[in-house]
Every structure is written in structure tokens, then in C-alpha cells.
């Protein structure tokens, strides 16, 4: 039997959608569609862009049925409910009902729309890509945050042995912070101006340097020093969790040459030999995760 639903990835730039086979967990062709919004828009214009995005997507899916809509959205939000909560990232809808906007746009059944953050899908859908032949799988994604996913034979999970309070690591307590104040995007602006003076913006600022053949030992360090700490964040949980697989997804992966055998070597140097891969295609992962609540 034929199974079609949406897929939809939000985030603080755009929302990206696609059709998803749930019997295959694969992509349909030609369905995707993404269209940019800014997070700190007026609520009409949010929403504006989101209706058309969705329609313009169905309107891909010829005769095809479609079942659900599985919505990967970034936290505080009403997972349940489907209400906004966030006062930062689209704060123009703070309590507004988005399964009823989503059900008015789409006509799809309000009890179909589902929703989760944007780590659990990507999770979800990288356990789903591979295969779902890992029991234990973690995904985080690396960039401007620090998202993680904890997937028990598919599900996700938020308890249990090895996984943090609520799934999540971004604010696990780390070196008298937070987890995320060291494998974010910041860290590295701060760390490479600590090395150099020099302010960057982003991982890629300082790639552009060192190809243009400045700070390349000093870029290598801020590298080591990073997969160091990132290894030091996810051993335990590797460890307790005994994780068969890690993925890694986030804009961070453009550089992955640069750090994934430096944290490959970390954890094999500490015992755990499990298997540190990325997907460079995150949006198309989380898609498939999100698309999988349908199922």
C-alpha cells in the first residue's frame, strides 16, 4: 500500500519540504521546495511563506494521497499541541496553534499534522537513511547550535540509560557552562581571535583564511582542539549509551575533512569503536525524520 506524507524541515532562514515515501523512506523527486523567511518576520510574513512553500509542494505530488505532515521545528515548541513558544526564533507567533494554520493551508487532517525538533528529526532520518540496522544510534548536528538526537531501534528517545535529561546536549554542563559554548560556531570566532585577532564569521571565515595560506597552523589547532572537546562531550554517553553509530550533520560538515578523523581517532584512543560518519545533506535527513512521525 502506497504511504505518501510530507516531510517539512523549519528553520531561522527557510522552510524546505518535501514528499516522502514511508514504505521506502525515500525522497520524491522533484517535490522538494524551500523557500526563505527570516525568523524574526512579522507573523504574516512567517506564515506567508510557509503556505507557500507547503501548496507549492503538493501541487508537485500529482494524484498521489497525502497522509500526514511530519514538522521538524526548532525548540521551545509545543510538540503535542503544535503551539509556538519560542521568544527568539519566530517570536511574531508565540501562541499561535500551527497545526491549525498547517491543516488550513494543506486540508491534511489535524490529528496527521506531527511535530518535533529539528535534532530529533535528523536523528530519526539518519537512522532511517541507513538502513535502521543500528539499535543504539546518535545524531548531532554542528553549526550555530549544537542539536542531538538519541534513536533506540528508530525511536527517539529522551530517556533512559546514557541519554542526557529531555535527549537533548546543547546545555549539558560542561567545563562550568554548557556543552554548546564549546561546539558551536562561537566557540571557534572566539577561539581563532584568541589565536590570531582576527574576527571571523563562522567556520568558513576562517577556512578562507588558511586557503588564502594564513593562520594554517593556527586553524589546524583550533581543529584538534575541537574534535578534543567534542570527544570529550560525547564519550561518556557514547560509552553508556553504547552507541553502535554517530552521525554528524549541521553546516559544520562542509569542513568535515578538516576534524571527522581527528574525532574518529579520539574515540578509538578512548576504547569506543563505534562508527563517526556525517551526512552533508542535513535538510534532505531531516525531511525523512520528520516525515517518519507519519508512519
Not at 61 to 81: Q, Y
Not at 85 to 106: P, S, Y
Not at 119 to 138: P, S, V
Not at 246 to 254: A, D, T
Request: hydrophobic letters at 40%; glycine letters at 12%; a negative charge.
Amino acid at each position: 500500500m502506497e504511504k505518501y506524507v510530507l516531510g517539512v524541515d523549519i528553520g531561522g532562514s527557510h522552510i524546505a519540504c518535501q514528499i516522502v515515501d514511508l514504505n521506502t523512506c525515500e525522497l520524491l523527486a522533484d517535490t522538494y521546495v524551500e523557500v526563505k523567511v527570516c525568523e524574526n518576520e512579522t507573523a504574516g510574513v512567517i506564515l506567508a511563506a510557509w503556505e507557500k512553500a507547503l501548496k507549492v509542494c503538493l501541487g508537485k505530488s500529482g494524484s498521489k494521497t497525502i497522509l500526514g505532515i511530519g514538522v521538524a521545528i526548532p525548540s521551545p515548541f509545543d510538540f503535542t499541541g503544535g503551539i509556538a513558544m519560542a521568544d527568539h526564533k519566530f517570536a511574531a507567533l508565540k501562541g499561535l496553534n500551527v497545526r491549525d494554520e498547517l491543516h488550513k493551508v494543506t486540508g491534511v487532517a489535524l490529528e496527521s499534522i506531527l511535530f518535533t525538533n529539528d535534532a530529533a528529526a535528523f536523528g530519526m532520518g539518519a537512522w532511517r537513511i541507513g538502513g535502521g540496522n543500528d539499535g543504539h544510534l546518535i545524531g548531532v548536528t554542528l553549526g550555530t547550535g549544537f542539536g542531538a538526537c538519541f534513536v533506540v531501534d528508530g525511536c527517539y528517545a529522551t530517556y533512559g540509560p546514557g541519554v542526557p535529561i529531555g535527549g537533548e546536549l546543547w546545555n549539558y554542563p560542561f567545563r562550568g557552562v554548557i556543552a554548546e559554548d564549546y561546539v558551536s560556531t562561537r566557540w571557534f570566532e572566539k577561539r581563532f581571535n584568541e589565536l590570531t585577532s582576527e574576527k571571523i564569521q563562522g567556520v568558513k571565515g576562517m577556512i578562507d583564511f588558511c586557503e588564502s595560506g594564513k593562520y594554517q597552523s593556527e586553524t589546524d589547532q583550533v581543529f584538534q582542539e575541537f574534535s578534543n572537546l567534542f570527544g570529550e562531550i560525547m564519550l561518556p554517553f557514547m560509552q553508556r549509551f553504547k552507541a553502535k553509530q554517530l552521525v554528524i550533520g549541521g553546516g559544520m560538515v562542509l569542513s568535515q575533512q578538516r576534524f571527522l578523523p581527528l574525532i574518529q581517532s579520539y574515540f578509538k584512543a578512548n576504547g569506543v569503536n563505534a562508527e563517526v560518519s556525517t551526512l552533508t545533506d542535513t535538510t534532505s535527513t531531516i525531511i525523512v525524520g520528520a516525515a517518519t512521525l507519519c508512519s
